[in-house]
C-alpha cells in the first residue's frame, strides 16, 4: 500500500482578494475566470524549487513546525485522515452520527402502521435450508426467481418476517411438515426496514418445521450492490455481460428474499438458469446441468449446484460469465481456481501462485482443514469493493488480482498479494466461524487484516511484511484512534443503515494492530493454539469476542501461561483511544505511567471516558542486547522496574508491536537520538520508525520539544531501509499540507530537499533488484519530484516524452512518478495521448496508473474536464470514480475544484454510485486535503 505522499502545492489564503476567482462561475465555464484561474495557478500554485542554507532551513523548519500545533487545532475537523484498504477504508464517522433515526412509526407500502416495530428480525423463527433457482437474465437485465425457505420455530406464532429488498413478491406458499398448506391471511411490506410480514390464519407450532414458497421477480442493479451486470471488451472488440452478486453486508435480501442476519445461518441449495455462451458459478462445485428451453431462439441451461455447508446469508454469491480459467491444487488436493476475461487470463498466474501457497498456510496455522471442496477466485471487471470473501467463490476487482509481470509494479504485486491473503483468511476466520451481528465485525476485519500480512511474509519471506505491517496498520491506526470521531473497536449498530459505516479503519486497522499486540503477549504458538481451539469448538456456529478471548485464555493455561484475556483486550475493544506511556529513569529505576493520549483533537473532560486506562503489555529492548525483548504488565495508572546499571539506554514498545506511543523524559529521548545519529542499526527498522513517529506526533500535540523529532530527521541521511523513510515522510508530508504561508513552505521544501539528496543520488533512477529496495526507491524519487527537485523533474519528464513517443518502455516501478509528473509539467496534447493509452491498456494495474496520473494536471479545464468524464460510466466506471476524485483532489487549483464539483453534481454522483454509502469515500476523497479555515467553511 502506498504510504502518503508528499506533495506541494496549495492554494494559498494570503494573496490580494483581487487574485481570487469566483469558483462558481468558473465552473459554469466562464472563459474570463478560467483564465484568471489559470493565470493564478502560474502565479502561485507552481511547484516549490526553493533554495536556502541548511542552518536557514533549520531555524525555520522549527517554527514551522512549532506553528502546526495551533494551526492543527484549527483544522481538526476539516480533514479526515483516511487510508485504503483494500480498496479503501474510510475513517470513523463523527461522534454520534446516525445515518437515520429508528422510527417508531413504520408503514407499509400501503400507507398503513407496519405491524413489526424491530430493525431486527424475530428471535422465534431459524431458518434451515434455501432452495434457490434464480435467473440473472443478461439480456433483459430482468432478475426471476423462485424459492422455497424450511424454517423452525421455537414458540407459538401466527407471522413470519423476513427481508426484501427491491424485489416484486408475486406468489407465497406455506406448508407444513406433513406438506399441508397453511393459509396467509395478510401481508405487508416495509421499505424503510427492508422486511416482509406474513400473517397466517392459524398459528405456527413450537419445535416443528415449515417451508415457505416463493415466486419473486427483480431486476439487476447498476449499483455494484446485489446481482448486478458488468462488462468488459474482448479481443474483437465486443462488449461481454456478466451477471455478479455482492451481498455484505445486507445485499442478499435485494436478490432474493431472505432472513438476511449473520446468525440465521443455513444450508444453500442453488440453481442458476443462463445461456448456453455463458456458465455459472456458485460457493460449491457443479452437480449436474440440464437444458430448460429457449429464450429469443437462444438455449437455456440450468446449473445445478451442491448443496453448501451452513453458512450466513451475506456469504453467497453466483457469477455468469464466458471467462477462462487456470487451476491448481493445494498440498491437500483442494481445486483452487482462477478466473478473468479470456484475453487478462495470462495475468493470473501470480494470484494463482500466491492463493495456492496462502490456502496451505493457512491450514497449517489454523490447525483445521478448509471445509469445501474448491476454491474459486473471480477477477470482476465492475467491483465497488477491493474483494469481497464469499465462501468458495471470491470476487475481486481486476487490480486485485491481476499481474502481468512484465507491467505491474512491485507496490502494485504486494498490494494483490495481501489482498488474496485477507480473503482468504475469512475463509475460515469470518466464514466458518462468524461474528453473531455487526458489532463484532471487528474481529472479523481485524483478524484478516491482521493476518494477510502474516501469510504473505511466511509465503515470500524477503518482502519483510512484518514491519511494513506498523507502516500501513498500526501507524493509521493510531493517527485516527485519536480523533474525537473514533469509536471503540467492538461498537453498537443496529440500524442496517449504520452496518457499513463501521466497515471503516478503526474496525480493520486497530483489530489487526491488538491482535497483533496479542499474539506477542501469548506467544505465537499459544496464539495458534486457541485459534485452533476456537475454529473447531465454533465451525458453522456464530460468536463474540468473549468465545475467542475464552478460548486463547485455556490455551495459555495449558501452557502454565495464566492470563485473563477478556479482561486484558476488553480494555482494548471496549473504549476508544489508546494510552501514552511516560518513561522515566532514577539510576536503576524505570517509572512507567500512562494517561490517555491527550490529542488535540480530542476534549479532555469528555464525561464518557473519565480517567481511561488500559492493561498494557509493555516491551523493550536495552543496549546490552537490542535483539532481546524484556516484556512486564502495566495494569494500573504506574508500575516500576528495574535495570542493571551496564544499560546505557533502552527503547520502548519494541517494534511498536504495542497500540500505543511513549513519552520519554528529556535525558532518554536524547540518548535514543543520540543512537540514530551514531549506530541506527543498533534498533530495528520498525523501533527507528516507531521513534519517528511517536516524536512527531507528540511534538504536534504540543508534549514535545520541536528539536527532537528535527534532530531524529538528520540520521535519515544513512538510512536505507523503506519503512522509516516513509513514516518519515508521511509526518513531512502532514506539515506541508497544514501550512498555508508560502514562505514558511518553501523553507521546509528546502529543508526536506537537503534531507533526501543524499538517498535520492546513491538510489537514482536505475533499476532495482530487492523488494524493499524498489519500494524505497519509489518513495523517494516521488518525494523529490513533488517537492520540485528539478534533477528528479527532468529525468520524470524525460522518460515521460520517450514513452509517449512509444520509444522507450518505462519500469513498472517508475511509472507512477512518470506518468503523474509527465501529466503534471505536460499541456493538453500530454494529457489527451495519456487519456488515450488508458483506453487502449488492457492491464489492470496499468489503467490504475493512468487514472490516477491524470489527475495531476495543473490546468483547471482538464480537471474540470476529467471529473465531468466521472458522471460517464462510458467514460470512467463507477468502481474508479473514488480514484479519479482523489487524484485530482490532491493538487491544486483541484482541491477546492473537487469539493464543488462533488456538491454541485451531488444528486448525479448518487445515481452514478448506487446511494449515500457508496458516496462517503468520494466525499472523503474531494475533502481529504482541506487544511484552512475556508476549506473548513465549505
Partial sequence: ??????????????????????????????????????????????????????????????????????????????????????????????????????????????????????????????????????????TTRALKGQMGITFY??????????????????????????????????SHECIELQQIYLETRGSLFPYQNYTLGIRFDGNLTESLEGVYMSKYTNSK??????????????YARAAFPCFDEPHLKAKFKISIIRHRDHFALSNMPLEKTEDVGFFLERGLLQDHFQETVQMSTYLVAFVVCDFSKITNKTSRGVSVSVYAPPDQITQASFALDVATKVMDFYEDFFGVPY???????????????????????????????????????????????????????????GNLVTMDWWNELWLNEGFASFLEYKAVNSIIGNWRMMDQFILEKTQTALALDELSTSHPVSVSVDDPSEIESI?????????????YMLEGVLGEEIFKQGLTNYLETNKYLNTVSDNFWECLSIAARNSSNDVHVKTIMDTWTQQMGFPLIYISRDEKIVHVKQEMFPSIFRNSNDPER????????????????????????????????????????????????????????????????????????????????????????????????????????????????????????????????????????????????????????????????????????????????????????????????????????ISPDLREIVYSTGIRYGDKSDWDTTWKKLQESKISSEKRLLLKALGSAM?????????????????????DIRTVVDSVAQNSPGNLLTWRFVKLNWNKLLNVEGGIHSIGPIVNAATSRMATNLELSE
Fill in 1 to 138: 500500500m502506498p504510504s502518503s505522499a508528499v506533495g506541494n502545492n496549495r492554494v494559498y489564503q494570503d494573496q490580494d482578494h483581487e487574485n481570487e476567482v469566483d469558483d462558481v462561475a468558473f465552473l459554469t465555464g466562464d472563459r474570463e475566470h478560467q483564465q484568471a484561474a489559470a493565470n493564478r495557478a502560474a502565479t502561485y500554485e507552481k511547484p516549490i524549487i526553493a533554495s536556502c542554507t541548511p542552518k536557514q532551513a533549520i531555524i525555520v523548519l522549527i517554527v514551522v513546525i512549532a506553528s502546526s500545533f495551533l494551526i492543527s487545532i484549527i483544522i481538526a475537523f476539516a480533514r479526515p485522515i483516511g487510508c485504503q484498504y483494500p480498496e479503501f477504508i474510510p475513517p470513523p464517522l463523527p461522534k454520534g452520527y446516525r445515518l437515520r433515526k429508528p422510527s417508531a412509526n413504520y408503514l407499509t407500502t400501503t400507507g398503513e402502521a407496519y405491524p413489526w416495530k424491530d430493525i431486527r428480525l424475530p428471535k422465534f423463527i431459524r431458518p434451515l435450508k434455501y432452495r434457490i433457482q434464480i435467473r440473472p437474465n443478461l
Fill in 153 to 186: 420455530v421455537t414458540e407459538e406464532t401466527n407471522f413470519i418476517i423476513l427481508h426484501s429488498r427491491n424485489l416484486t413478491i408475486n406468489e407465497y406458499l406455506l406448508r407444513d411438515v406433513r406438506g399441508k398448506e397453511l393459509t396467509i391471511r395478510r
Fill in 237 to 250: 472488440n465486443r462488449t461481454r455481460f456478466l451477471a455478479v452478486t455482492h451481498f455484505e453486508p445486507t
Fill in 371 to 429: 471445509p469445501l471442496p474448491k476454491l474459486d477466485l473471480v477477477a470482476v471487471p465492475d467491483f465497488g469493493a477491493g474483494a469481497m470473501e464469499n465462501w468458495g467463490l471470491v470476487t475481486y476487482r481486476e487490480a486485485a488480482i491481476l499481474v502481468d509481470p512484465e507491467q505491474t509494479s512491485t507496490k502494485s504485486q504486494q498490494y494483490v498479494a495481501i489482498v488474496i491473503a485477507h480473503e482468504l483468511a475469512h475463509q475460515w476466520f
Fill in 503 to 515: 466497515f471503516d479503519a478503526i474496525s480493520y486497522n486497530k483489530g489487526a494492530s491488538i491482535l
Fill in 610 to 809: 473519565p480517567n481511561s486506562t488500559w492493561k498494557v503489555p509493555v516491551s523493550f529492548v536495552t543496549s546490552i542486547d537490542p535483539t532481546r525483548e524484556f516484556h512486564l504488565w502495566l495494569n494500573g495508572s504506574s508500575v516500576d522496574f528495574e535495570v542493571p546499571d551496564s544499560v546505557v539506554w533502552f527503547k520502548m514498545n519494541s517494534k511498536q508491536s504495542g497500540f500505543y506511543r511513549v513519552m520519554y523524559e528529556e535525558s532518554l529521548w536524547a540518548q535514543l537520538t543520540d543512537i540514530l545519529l551514531k549506530n541506527h542499526t543498533s534498533l530495528s527498522a520498525a523501533d527507528r520508525a516507531s521513534l519517528l513517529d511517536d516524536a512527531f506526533t507528540l511534538n504536534r500535540v504540543g508534549i514535545l520539544n520541536v528539536s527532537t523529532p528535527l534532530l531524529m530527521l538528520k540520521y535519515l541521511e544513512k538510512e536505507r531501509d523503506h519503512v522509516p523513510w516513509a513514516t518519515a515522510l508521511r509526518h513531512l508530508n502532514y506539515l506541508q499540507q497544514i501550512l498555508s504561508l508560502r514562505k514558511a513552505k518553501e523553507n521546509l521544501v528546502c529543508f526536506i530537499q537537503k534531507l533526501i539528496t543524499p538517498v535520492y543520488n546513491e538510489l537514482g533512477w536505475k533499476l532495482r533488484t530487492k523488494h524493499v529496495e524498489k519500494l524505497l526507491q519509489e518513495e523517494i524519487l516521488s518525494a523529490a519530484v513533488k517537492i520540485g527537485m528539478v534533477p528528479a523533474i527532468s529525468q520524470a519528464t524525460k522518460l515521460f516524452q520517450q514513452w509517449r513517443g512509444a520509444k522507450t518502455p
Fill in 859 to 879: 490546468d483547471p479545464w482538464l480537471i474540470q474536464r476529467y471529473l465531468e468524464f466521472t458522471l460517464d460510466q462510458n467514460k470512467i466506471r463507477s468502481q
